[in-house]
Antibody
């Protein structure tokens, strides 16, 4: 059974940093692109970042480019998101999700999310 | 950037009815790269439909998708109580880049 478990969410001050983790199990982690999608309170879904299975390529949405960094540890089946320069509008539930194996064009399994609150 | 616009924003219907949700793209989207998700309160999104019309694993056949170019639809036949949720369309484009529609809330009448 595919499982994704996020952790690391917290209340953080504007300008601060945070690292989110997503522990994966139930599939061959290195075979899949992995992504982060966020959802501000009461709002819709926003794609944040994706990383290839090997970890060699990463891509970002415009609102986080230059501030967030996605990475992965395939030996420990864990996905990360480093959040720097946090702003109030980064407040959201952050979900990790698995990209489909062939195209990574859709996200077939999702974690339950971790809440990041940016406030002074 | 391709913008996806979903309509209507909210729908109120009774169980047993048929509903069609719309997703319109600002530019043509490959039918291979249009997906639909369902999200219930307090839960993560769940993949329903991918490649415009293919149901994801375990999705009942009352859910169907169609469309091409800039206009896509999700149809739910004979609404069940568990179908009342928010539905999002999503597209994948070059760069890569992923965008979601703003969502349609389906509520019980």
């Amino acid at each position: 059974e595919v499982q994704l478990l996020e952790s690391g969410g917290a209340l953080i001050q504007p300008g601060g940093s945070l690292r989110l983790s997503c522990a994966a199990s139930g599939f061959t982690f290195s075979n899949y692109g992995m992504t982060w999608v966020r959802q501000a309170p009461g709002k819709g879904l926003e794609w944040v970042s994706i990383i290839t299975g090997s970890g060699t390529r990463a891509y970002y949405g415009d609102s986080v480019k230059g501030r967030f960094t996605i990475s992965r540890d395939n030996s420990n089946n864990t996905l990360y998101l480093q959040l720097n320069g946090l702003r109030a509008d980064d407040t959201a539930v952050y979900y990790c999700a698995r990209g489909d194996r062939v195209t990574a064009s859709r996200f077939d399994y999702w974690g339950q999310g971790t809440l990041v609150t940016v406030s002074s | 950037e391709i913008v996806l616009t979903q309509s209507p924003g909210t729908l109120s219907l009774s169980p047993g009815k048929r509903v069609t949700l719309s997703c319109r793209a600002s530019q043509s989207v490959s039918s291979s790269y249009l997906a639909w998700y369902q999200q219930k309160p307090g839960q993560a999104p769940r993949l329903l439909i991918y490649a415009t019309s293919t149901r994801a694993t375990g999705i009942p056949d009352r859910f169907s998708g169609s469309g091409s170019g800039t206009d896509f639809t999700l149809t739910i036949n004979k609404l069940e109580p568990e179908d009342f949720a928010v539905y999002y369309c999503q597209q994948y484009g070059n760069s890569p880049r992923y965008t979601f529609g703003q969502g349609t809330k389906l509520e019980i009448k």
